[in-house]
């Protein structure tokens, strides 16, 4: 008989530990959402204003504060380019489609050798990322120029048929706070395409 007891016990307390487990779980997916809303608001960012670009059926948002400029390159390899900066002017960045057909990797691996050649780069990494259902890079990076300048890099690449979308943020050195890569993948996820 004591046995079983013993057993019935640590069922219980099996059952309240998983109990937790599910709850916290809960409670942190609640609190992800809040935490990006602060890191957004500690950055003055109150709002956020949407970009649609029918002809390529994507939209995505960025802060209302920011200022934002569209470039028309010529040829047919970038497609779509609009470059934006922050009110104070320590994010500076673009959102861009690529009309590529490259495999996306080849295509970073070429482009990390070319940009070799005009900065330094360190602290360089290359993750895989899934946003919207959209697989691709992360590349973050800190990049030293001709000026002596330092960067940090954050660069979303996310991967469609025949295409890539880009987009890209830099702060300086001196500039960058730890809540900033925080604001940029909250930036990056009010991405969307209809297909």
Excluded: C
Excluded at 8 to 37: A, P, S
Excluded at 146 to 163: H, P, T
């Amino acid at each position: 008989m004591r046995l079983i007891i013993l057993n019935r016990r640590r069922l219980g307390v099996t059952v309240i530990i998983i109990g937790l487990m599910l709850v916290l779980f809960g409670l942190e997916k609640k609190f992800d959402g809040r935490l990006r809303y602060v890191a957004l608001m500690q950055n003055n960012i109150y709002s956020l204003t949407k970009y649609d670009v029918p002809e390529l059926n994507f939209s995505y948002k960025l802060p209302k504060e920011w200022t934002t400029q569209k470039q028309n390159f010529g040829g047919n390899e970038i497609i779509y380019h609009n470059d934006f900066s922050s009110e104070d002017a320590s994010i500076h960045g673009f959102v861009q489609v690529w009309n590529i057909k490259e495999d996306l990797k080849s295509f970073l691996d070429k482009s990390k050798e070319l940009n070799n050649q005009y900065a330094q780069y360190t602290d360089y990494n290359v993750a895989p990322v899934v946003v919207k259902n959209h697989e691709g890079y992360l590349l973050t990076y800190t990049m030293k120029t001709s000026d002596s300048a330092k960067y940090k890099g954050y660069e979303y690449f996310l991967k469609d048929k025949g295409k890539f979308f880009r987009f890209a943020f830099y702060v300086r050195d001196v500039n960058f706070k730890e809540n900033m890569p925080t604001i940029f993948k909250t930036i990056v996820e009010t991405f969307e395409h209809n297909e």
